[in-house]
């Protein structure tokens, strides 16, 4: 699902319409007073799901190659990723696991990592590109799809209050109680564990 389709979908929550919405129509319906209010709202109301997602139910989880640096002990993570938000698992991969321990939530420090002995492999928790009012309507969210299919009901609950509390209430409870149906499953419960990829990941 899409930005545009996530778009439609909110609506089709909010409006009984007799004819289909289609994403190609979207522009057409920012200029309808129907629509145009809820629409330019969008954007936000879809970064708000997404964070809510990947903080109370799955973590937008990433890696990164960690090559050796000459001359260099401490690494700053959050200045070599992008959309760096937190550190989720350490694997190193070569024969030699140096010691290495972490500062904060930012740094790698390896006192004595040689570069013959391999590289580390980082799994981190990701910020999630922001839904822009100028994002195309072919941008995808970088979420599985029963995750992106919970955001229209966040959208039409957050920005259909004032028109029917009770409809909205229903949506935003049903968004909750989906993303805390899916909190924990299928992702690793040992953040920030480190081991050879030789070993068993747990």
């Given at each position: 699902m899409n930005w545009?389709?996530?778009?439609?979908?909110?609506?089709?929550k909010?409006?009984?319409?007799?004819?289909?919405?289609?994403?190609?129509?979207?522009?057409?319906?920012?200029q309808n007073k129907k629509y145009k209010t809820y629409l330019y709202a969008m954007p936000q109301a879809c970064n708000e799901a997404i964070?809510?997602?990947?903080?109370?139910?799955?973590?937008?989880?990433?890696?990164?190659?960690?090559?050796?640096?000459?001359?260099?002990?401490?690494?700053?993570l959050n200045q070599l990723i992008s959309n760096f938000k937190r550190i989720y698992q350490i694997v190193f991969n070569g024969d030699k696991k140096p010691e290495f321990y972490v500062e904060g939530n930012n740094y790698l420090v390896v006192p004595e990592w040689k570069k013959e002995d391999g590289e580390f492999t980082i799994y981190y928790e990701s910020y999630h590109?922001?839904?822009?009012?100028?994002?195309?309507?072919?941008?995808d969210?970088?979420?599985?799809?029963?995750?992106?299919?919970?955001?229209?009901?966040?959208?039409?609950?957050?920005?259909?209050?004032?028109d029917d509390i009770q409809l909205s209430t229903i949506y935003m409870n049903e968004f909750v109680t989906s993303v805390s149906n899916i909190a924990g499953k299928d992702f690793n419960p040992n953040p920030t564990e480190i081991n050879s990829v030789y070993s068993m990941v747990w």
């Open positions: 545009g389709q996530i778009q439609i979908e909110s609506l089709k909010m409006f009984l319409n007799n004819e289909e919405l289609e994403i190609s129509k979207l522009d057409d319906y920012k964070n809510y997602i990947i903080e109370n139910g799955k973590p937008l989880i990433k890696s990164y190659k960690l090559k050796y640096k000459e001359n260099t002990t401490k690494y700053n590109d922001m839904i822009l009012s100028s994002s195309s309507v072919s941008t969210i970088e979420l599985d799809n029963q995750l992106v299919s919970l955001i229209p009901l966040y959208i039409a609950g957050e920005l259909y209050k004032d």
